[in-house]
């Protein structure tokens, strides 16, 4: 059965604080589960009903601890609304071991980002597009946070996160070689423009958009056009739609 000390432990897997202290995140649902189970991410402890473990026996290999348990102690652990039959707890993967290549990959920045959904979103997004790679400022969401785990509908096991100061990256960027693009509401029509199979794409704030500290690397301006036939327009794109649109038109002229 479940210990309180593990039900303690995943519950604590909450908060940021927790995740940083014991390099430990939570993964819960049995298709994210499952997603854990199949990637190169360390499990450190799988919890499961007999019915869940019994449908997984090559994949327990390796774990350090498995627990088999029932529905009702999984319910008392689990931190979304309707638990299924399985958590997991994941070690961190260690970014230090993220390699940067702008002059051959095209990556995706994130400025700021603050809703867990929209970052899970954008994670799914990038893996759509073939964007192995998404550059975070430090204060953009955690991407561990388990609202952005579950957004991410298992992309997180396929797209590597690193926070870094933005500045001090694109201080260090020849941007003849390699464009950093933003999107403004004042940019210029991207359907229009010339784009680069290389490059990166920043994001901003859902709410202000692209920093001051930041918008000043930006060597294109970048806008989505509305083609609302009235004055009655939406203000704004959400950033995970914009980012989906800006992603798509990359790849739609550079597939490869």
């Known amino acids: 059965m479940l210990s309180k000390s593990k039900i303690k432990l995943i519950q604590s897997l909450n908060r940021k604080k927790e995740r940083d202290e014991t390099g430990l995140f939570l993964v819960e649902g049995n298709k994210m589960v499952e997603e854990a189970l199949r990637s190169d991410f360390k499990v450190v402890t799988l919890i499961g009903t007999s019915a869940f473990l019994g449908s997984h026996p090559s994949e ?107 500045e001090q990256v694109f201080t260090t960027i020849d941007t003849k070689k390699i464009p950093i693009y933003g999107t403004f509401m004042n940019g210029e029509n991207i359907y229009n423009e010339s784009l680069t199979k290389n490059g990166i794409i920043v994001m901003g704030n859902e709410g202000n958009g692209i920093s001051d500290s930041i918008s000043g690397f930006i060597t294109k301006r970048l806008a989505i056009p509305t083609f609302s036939p009235n004055n009655e327009k939406s203000e704004s794109l959400n950033v995970a739609i914009a980012t989906s649109i800006c992603c798509s038109e990359f790849r739609r002229r550079y597939p490869n």
């Open 60 to 166: 327990l290999t390796g774990i350090m601890e498995v627990v088999e348990t029932n529905k009702e102690f999984i319910n008392k652990a689990s931190l979304l609304q309707n638990p299924q039959d399985s958590i997991a707890i994941v070690e961190k993967p260690d970014s230090s071991e993220i390699n940067l290549n702008f002059d051959s990959k095209l990556y995706l920045s994130l400025d700021f980002i603050q809703d867990p959904g929209n970052l899970g979103t954008i994670i799914r997004i990038a893996d759509w597009f073939g964007i192995d790679t998404i550059i975070c400022s430090e204060n953009t969401v955690d991407v561990y946070n388990p609202k952005v785990v579950q957004a991410t509908m298992g992309a997180i096991f396929r797209v590597k996160c690193l926070y870094i100061n933005l």
